[in-house]
């Protein structure tokens, strides 16, 4: 990894099967810094929120860089309601990608908290560092692989509306 020290953070919900929770691992092998609910983070953090309006592209490194990032830890049975709760921080969606969890194999859109990380620094162009965030799992790799073309064109796109015309080519029906 590089000797850049990314701030990357957990808010954690706890409303998941503990031995299911990714961020639990994450937390495990020191990768995350956790922020327990009800507890305030950082104001300039970059928020993988799946509701916001903007999404995620390379030109969002810099407060990346500056604020950190954070994934919202909860239960996807209660997304609709932790995310329309409101978080300090800049809220960016991911683009669309291909779940490789083994709950939600196959399920576009529903990344567990470390795919969801994964994808945001492989997008900002921090490739180690979102292959480090995937070896804890056995599947890890897979979620990389999976995603790989689309990762890499989100990587090079400098222009967040371009990001539409991606997720078109790869994910229309």
């Known amino acids: 990894m590089r000797n850049l020290q990314l701030k990357l953070y957990v808010y954690l919900m706890r409303q998941d099967d503990p031995k299911k929770c990714t961020s639990a691992r994450l937390r495990r092998f020191k990768l995350v810094k956790p922020i327990f609910y009800r507890k305030r983070f950082p104001r300039k953090v970059v928020v993988l929120n799946p509701l916001a309006k903007e999404v995620f592209f390379r030109g969002d490194k810099e407060a990346l860089e500056q604020g950190g990032i954070i994934v919202i ?89 371009k990001i539409r015309m991606v997720e078109e080519a790869y994910f229309s029906p």
Not at 85 to 110: E, Q
Not at 139 to 159: C, K, M, Q, T
């Open 73 to 161: 830890d909860c239960s996807w049975k209660k997304a609709m309601q932790v995310f329309s709760m409101r978080f300090k921080g800049i809220h960016r969606r991911l683009p669309t990608l291909i779940a490789a969890n083994p709950v939600n194999y196959g399920h576009a859109h529903k990344l567990c908290s470390a795919e969801a990380l994964a994808a945001a620094l492989y997008i900002a162009n921090f490739k180690e560092e979102a292959e480090k965030i995937m070896e804890p799992f056995k599947w890890g790799h897979n979620f990389i692989e999976l995603n790989r073309e689309p990762l890499e064109e989100y990587a090079g796109v400098e222009d967040r509306d």
